[in-house]
């Protein structure tokens, strides 16, 4: 079965100082990768997905993801932490099954970063 | 955010009220979702509309109705809930081209938060 895991319910960092929210997930096919964002009392925001290529995956905002077939992991990354960017980060993976689109999303990490 | 808008933001029900959450996608997609967001628990997938039918329904309570009255219209009909039915409730909406290889992006509405009293 598929599934995604954060292992981290919440990372803390300094503002100005990188940072790396995990992400590890498990498909028995080519993995369809997705990070969202949620700020307080909204939606959750694209940031960016991997489908093939370039491991290296740049996003919304700065964000960019490293995706790592043999470690099976997917995390997103940024150079310099801003306080505005605290917020709930979600990985999901492309459910392999069916064509409806359906995400399997892990259970999110609370970044906080801290002037 | 105004690609997908969700109505009413806030909503506070008994559990014997019936009320309804709109959801609106202007982004010309032909497939839509609902989700549930409790705390500490991952995103739940409730139903799944394409091209208006519902194709997928995750043993949902039949105290949830959804409707698809056309490809940008998505209704979420609420009857006899019950106080653990209290989370947020998100929307999205996607363009399906079919298949497993193509990973389209779902874009999200901002979720009704519900109280079920």
């Known amino acids: 079965a598929q599934s995604v895991a954060q292992p981290e319910d919440q990372v803390n960092v300094a503002e100005g100082n990188p940072l790396t929210v995990k992400c590890t997930y498990s498909v028995s096919g080519n993995p369809y990768l997705f990070w969202y964002v949620q700020y307080p009392n909204r939606g959750l925001q694209f940031l960016l997905k991997?489908?093939?290529?370039?491991?290296l995956v740049k996003g919304s905002y700065g964000f960019e993801a490293e995706f790592n077939k043999s470690q099976t992991s997917f995390h997103l990354k940024k150079p310099s932490a801003l306080v505005s960017d605290s917020a709930l980060y979600f990985c999901?993976?492309?459910?392999?099954?069916?064509?409806?689109?359906?995400?399997?999303f892990g259970q999110g990490t609370t970044l906080q970063v801290k002037p | 955010e105004t690609g997908v808008t969700q109505t009413p933001r806030h909503l506070v029900m008994g559990m014997t009220n019936k009320k309804s959450l709109k959801c609106e996608q202007h982004l010309g997609h032909n497939a839509m979702y609902w989700y549930k967001q409790s705390a500490k628990k991952p995103l739940e997938l409730m139903f799944v509309?394409?091209?208006?039918?519902?194709?997928e329904n995750n043993s949902v309570p039949s105290r949830f109705s959804p409707e698809c009255p056309n490809s940008s219209h998505l209704f979420l009909h609420l009857h006899t809930l019950q106080p653990e039915d209290s989370a947020l409730y998100l929307c999205a909406s996607s363009q399906a081209s079919g298949g497993a290889r193509t990973p389209e992006t779902q874009y999200f509405g901002p979720g009704t938060r519900l109280l079920v009293l």
């Open positions: 509309y394409s091209l208006e039918e519902r194709v």
């Open positions: 991997y489908i093939t290529g370039d491991n």
């Open positions: 999901a993976v492309r459910d392999e099954g069916g064509n409806t689109g359906k995400l399997i």
